[in-house]
């Protein structure tokens, strides 16, 4: 398998960091999800959407548990990627993982996962 071609990204109040995990790619989000982190986050998932075709990944987990903070944006960013992934042809599955003491993360995803029951699901740790 190709090595990974997105970066870790970090900036002050914001972090995305990538594990390619065999045909499984692990993204963990860090800080603060709010306008300044929007951008980045789209653009980000953009990438990963041409990621999962070109390695041909059987799934992506989002890995939430160290965010505080989630807005509107930062959501049409995931929605969008959820969207693009559809349209490519064989499911890849996308995974987010939330802090279950941080009850807003899985209520702010929940409907991420209706939107798309078998192919995104949620886990809390």
Not at 25 to 42: E, F, H, R, V, Y
Not at 68 to 95: D, E, H, M, W
Not at 98 to 120: C, F, I, K, N, Y
């Amino acid at each position: 398998m190709d090595s990974l071609r997105v970066d870790r990204i970090t900036t002050d109040s914001f972090g995305i960091e990538p594990a390619l995990l065999g045909d499984r790619l692990s993204i963990k989000l860090t800080g603060t999800g709010d306008m300044a982190a929007a951008a980045p986050l789209g653009a980000y998932c953009k990438e990963v959407q041409h990621e999962v075709r070109r390695l041909s990944l059987a799934a992506v987990e989002f890995d939430i548990r160290a965010l505080y903070f989630l807005n509107s944006s930062c959501l049409k960013a995931f929605i969008a990627f959820i969207s693009g992934v559809t349209g490519q042809g064989p499911s890849c599955k996308i995974r987010f993982v939330t802090d279950a003491r941080l009850g807003w993360q899985r209520r702010s995803l929940a409907a991420l996962e209706r939107m798309s029951p078998g192919l995104v699901s949620i886990h809390d740790k």
